[in-house]
């Protein structure tokens, strides 16, 4: 019986490790360990700037409301497992930021996004995904998918938002908490590079972690 107990409780906590590494920032930061990239990203890259230039990345992370740069998101994750994080990614071509990649992370929800900037720094397309919170409401298995552009004025940005599933196919009708509703209410809209709280760091040099 004793080995049985012991057995099941191993069991659950190595269900619990698999549904933790299985969270989508827990996720990007494995690729960040591997130094690989995520093949959506670079799709989106690609789309964003045509032609064969290779990027320069730098990153970004919140340390106590601040933002801070650095060379090694997985050394300043080290041991993270869930809680609060902020990050970003900065892809410069020919010294100019051209796309952006942010999470946004804490135990209610999980967000993404990619930006697509020109030249003048403007965006001109972004991509959001928001993951409810995996522990907190187990019947939410639903992402949802937030595509922005703006418009033919600069007043008026056209968004689309659609619910789809862990496989990309939409859903109609998902069961959303008032929470999440909330979080997805008040996503904020960014217009421009000087927009992103990072942008005047972007030639600050990490510290030494």
């Not at 789309?47 to 409301?65: E, H, L, N, W």
């Not at 703006?150 to 599933?165: A, E, L, R």
């Not at 908490?177 to 209410?185: H, L, R, T, V, Y």
Request: glycine fraction near 6%; aromatic fraction near 12%.
């Amino acid at each position: 019986m004793k080995r049985a107990a012991i057995s099941l409780s191993t069991l659950v906590i190595s269900y619990a490790c698999l549904a933790q590494s299985a969270a989508p920032f827990n996720q990007y930061l494995e690729l960040a360990k591997a130094g690989k990239v995520d093949a959506r990203v670079e799709t989106f890259a690609h789309a964003c700037v045509k032609g064969d230039i290779k990027p320069g990345r730098k990153f970004f992370y919140t340390a106590q409301s601040n933002w801070l740069p650095t060379n090694d998101l997985h050394l300043v994750f080290a041991g993270y497992v869930t809680g609060d994080a902020n990050t970003a990614e900065v892809w410069q071509y020919g010294g100019v930021p051209r796309v952006v990649y942010l999470w946004e992370v804490d135990l209610e929800y999980q967000r993404d996004t990619l930006f697509c900037l020109n030249k003048a720094g403007d965006v001109t397309k972004s991509v959001s995904r928001f993951f409810p919170s995996q522990s907190g409401e187990p019947r939410e298995h639903w992402v949802y998918v937030r595509t922005t552009r703006p418009g033919q004025h600069d007043s008026t940005w056209q968004t689309v938002g659609v619910y789809q599933d862990e496989s990309g196919k939409r859903l109609a009708n998902p069961d959303l908490s008032s929470e999440d509703k909330d979080f997805i209410k008040g996503e904020r809209v960014v217009h421009y590079w000087n927009d992103f709280d990072f942008a005047g760091l972007l030639d600050q040099k990490p510290r030494t972690q």
